[in-house]
């Protein structure tokens, strides 16, 4: 997975579509970002990039309800980009956007989160980059076209992720504004289809998973580990190639969506038939 998607809903439709009991949304955490990020987070956005701060659902007992809290599903905005507990600085988490689901259980930056921290990422759909296999940049290397992928139905679509909370070193105990709450996406091998455009997809979690997935009280990494793998079902999602305008984090809007017309294509390959496309 390269890095980009949309999240084009408001808050109030994630809550209805994703089952959420508690909107937090009103409750950010600490922000990376040294400038104001632009569409502000909550917001539609239809280029998410790294260290943004988007929608993400999680199972958790409320900030500030006691010791006898009981989780609720709740939304919330963290910052993309697993920054782990014991980070000394929260700079790495622009390395950690993706999590392998092959190694996830493994992985000291993932493992403690894996078993008890997970969450779901709504998405409208997400970006990948595919190489071309016969058209070449003005530097000589394979051309990078963009598609756009998302479910082929209308079934919300639900990415599998993990989070993390690290808090400034010198912040005082109490200041909730000392919070960095980040996390990652969870990736695993393209399926059939989805392969021609890029080798990894992020893992999509149909409604059936999504309590397993979301339930703090799952520890068990065989139980983690079947949620993942059973989590691979071919077929759901469509595809289709978009404008270059994506490459730049700063692009925005329905556009950045929107088919590209094949006469401005240029060796892109079809993703369900293989077939060279352009000239």
Not at 218 to 243: E, I, K, N, Y
Not at 257 to 266: A, C, I, K, Y
Request: charge should be neutral.
């Amino acid at each position: 997975m390269c890095g980009r998607y949309a999240a084009t809903a408001h808050p109030e439709e994630l809550v209805e579509a994703y089952e959420v009991a508690l909107d937090a949304t009103d409750q950010p955490s600490r922000s990376l970002l040294r400038s104001p990020q632009q569409p502000p987070p909550g917001r539609p956005d239809h280029n998410v990039a790294p260290t943004k701060q988007a929608p993400v659902v999680l199972t958790r007992a409320p900030r500030g309800g006691g010791e006898d809290a009981q989780p609720v599903r709740q939304l919330r905005l963290l910052t993309w980009g697993l920054v782990p507990s014991w980070a000394k600085d929260p700079s790495g988490g622009t390395r950690m956007t993706n999590a392998r689901a092959e190694t996830v259980l493994d992985k000291r930056a993932f493992a403690p989160a894996a078993s008890r921290r997970r969450c779901l990422v709504p998405v409208t759909g997400w970006y990948e980059w595919q190489l071309s296999p016969v058209a070449r940049d003005a530097r000589g290397r394979p051309r990078k076209q963009p598609f756009f992928i998302s479910r082929a139905d209308d079934v919300p679509l639900a990415l599998a992720g993990l989070y993390e909370f690290w808090k400034m070193p010198d912040a005082a105990p109490d200041d909730p504004s000392s919070w960095v709450v980040s996390y990652t996406i969870v990736t695993t091998a393209a399926e059939p289809g989805l392969h021609r455009i890029h080798d990894r997809q992020p893992v999509a979690l149909d409604r059936q998973a999504w309590e397993a997935w979301l339930d703090p009280g799952l520890t068990s990494p065989a139980d983690v580990r079947a949620l993942l793998d059973g989590s691979h079902v071919p077929g759901r999602f469509q595809a289709w190639p978009v404008s270059t305008a994506v490459n730049s984090s700063r692009s925005n809007g329905p556009g950045l969506v929107e088919p590209l017309p094949t006469d401005q294509l240029e060796g892109a390959v079809d993703p369900v038939t293989g077939e060279v496309l352009g000239r």
